[in-house]
């Protein structure tokens, strides 16, 4: 499967913005389809995730009452709601594909997007 990740921008602190990403080829129920986010100089960190056939969500702490995460079967595609932005969660978002179920680990995911820029100013 192919990962294309959207939606990225530079907005002032306390907005919002909704990210995409267009998912080429099949994606089964087993699968997991997660967010994460790289910062400069930083580890790349789970943001959060969805179970593609019971539409589960989990969060990290960090995100959690702000950012929300949802699937769409009809158009093969995940988003990521992020509300109330901080400027600590300035980083690169990347989308990505688990066939081996939930981690809130990067390694456990194989199939990746490119990232898309997400810049909060204070």
């Known amino acids: 499967v192919q990962l294309q990740a959207s939606g990225g921008g530079l907005v002032q602190a306390g907005g919002s913005l909704r990210l995409s990403c267009a998912a080429s080829?099949?994606?089964?129920?087993?699968?997991?389809m997660g967010w994460f986010r790289q910062a400069p100089g930083k580890e790349r960190e789970f943001v959060a995730a969805?179970?593609?056939?019971?539409?589960?969500?989990y969060y990290a702490d960090s995100v959690k009452g702000r950012f929300t995460i949802s699937r769409s079967t009809a158009y093969n595609a995940v988003y990521l709601q992020m509300n109330s932005l901080k400027p600590e969660d300035t980083a690169d978002y990347y989308c990505?594909?688990?066939?081996?179920?939930?981690?809130?680990?990067?390694?456990?995911?194989?199939?990746w997007g490119q990232g898309t820029q997400v810049t909060v100013s204070s």
């Open positions: 990505a594909r688990s066939r081996s179920g939930l981690s809130y680990t990067y390694t456990a995911y194989a199939d």
């Open positions: 080829g099949r994606i089964f129920s087993s699968h997991v």
């Open positions: 969805v179970r593609w056939g019971s539409a589960n969500t």
